[in-house]
């Protein structure tokens, strides 16, 4: 797990970014923690990982509701990133943001 860290911190590799953000949500072998979760997740979305952006758009599209504690559940922002992850080719994200940009209209 320390590798994903580093391949993120030292390397800016997008996808080791995404994997401890996904480690830090889980608390696999690591305590859990939603806000490093969406702090390695939003690294790993400028990074270019359309994965990242669709997990950052889950947090703030669902926020605390599901143990996220500390974000706000936040539509817009959760939009903006779908949007991000959609328009990178990650097509359920696609279908996530069409559903819920229905949904708050």
Known sequence: MSAYLRSC?????AYGCYQYALHKML???T????????KYALKGC???DM???QHVASLYEFGGEFG???IEADSQKALKYYKMS??????VSC???????????
């Open 31 to 38: 305590p859990r923690d939603m806000q490093a979760s969406l």
């Open 9 to 13: 911190d030292e390397f800016d590799h």
């Open 51 to 53: 994965v990242s952006c």
């Open 86 to 91: 959609c328009d990178g080719g990650l097509q």
């Open 95 to 105: 279908d996530t943001y069409e559903s819920l940009r229905q949904n708050i209209r």
């Open 46 to 48: 400028e990074l270019g």
């Open 27 to 29: 608390g696999r072998g």
């Open 68 to 70: 996220a504690v500390g």
